[in-house]
């Protein structure tokens, strides 16, 4: 699963980055502890058919549902099963985005019992862009955006951390992610071996086990005692 991650880069960046017209209304602020329900930027094609970077809440609420009360079990999409789900069939076929990322975490336990948080991250500092799906849902408040990551088998070193990952998406398959087809499931494909090994897996402190915390202190790597190391410890 990705149940935590982090997007520092500013509006500007992310619609230069993403070529995208940026729509977010100065809503987009550094956050290296993104939690489910959390507002951050995504980039979609808009109602008018121009690529926006918009603002949405990390959890995906589909248009039918009576309430966004269940928006937190709905932060990951398995890529397995999407074209297929109830609950994201209709935005995987027509609504589908990109989500800026810097990283991701995930925690591993150790034989003692204890969590190990990681960080993965581009070791070139660029930008991640994940695979989402959108939808709008209308209540009292007025609409709501709201958006899943798509999760799918974790490759190479990545599974010695975690059994899934977020299915990450090159630069060379941004437009086609977003553009309009009759064949959405050949979208599907992960990343090749060559560009997944350019990801670090950077152990980080534990402050980021508690949603409170935030800051660029989270992402910096940590002494890891032996007993620690990925292939030492069990995926929980």
Known sequence: MCGRYATTRSAGDLSALFESQ???GGGVGPDHNVAP????????VSPEGHRALSVGRWGLVPSWSRSPAGAARMINARAETVATSRAYAGAFARRR????????????RAADGRKQPYYMTPSN???????G?????????GPLLTFSVL???ALGEL???????????PRDRWGAWLASTDEPAGLLAPPPPDWLATLEIRPVGTAVGDVRNDGPQLTERVPLARAAAPEEMTLF
Do not use: K, N, Q
Not at 37 to 44: A, F, G, N, S
Not at 97 to 108: F, I, K, R, S, T
Not at 125 to 131: D, E, I, N, R
């Open 37 to 44: 329900t959390d507002p951050v930027p995504l980039v979609r």
């Open 125 to 131: 500092g660029s930008v991640l862009a994940f695979a």
């Open 97 to 108: 985005c990109l989500v800026p990322a810097d990283g991701w975490y995930e925690w591993v």
């Open 151 to 153: 999760t799918t088998a």
């Open 22 to 24: 940026d729509e977010t």
């Open 133 to 141: 799906i959108w939808s709008v849902w209308d209540g009292s408040g």
């Open 159 to 169: 599974a010695e951390v975690h059994d899934r990952m977020p299915l990450l998406l």
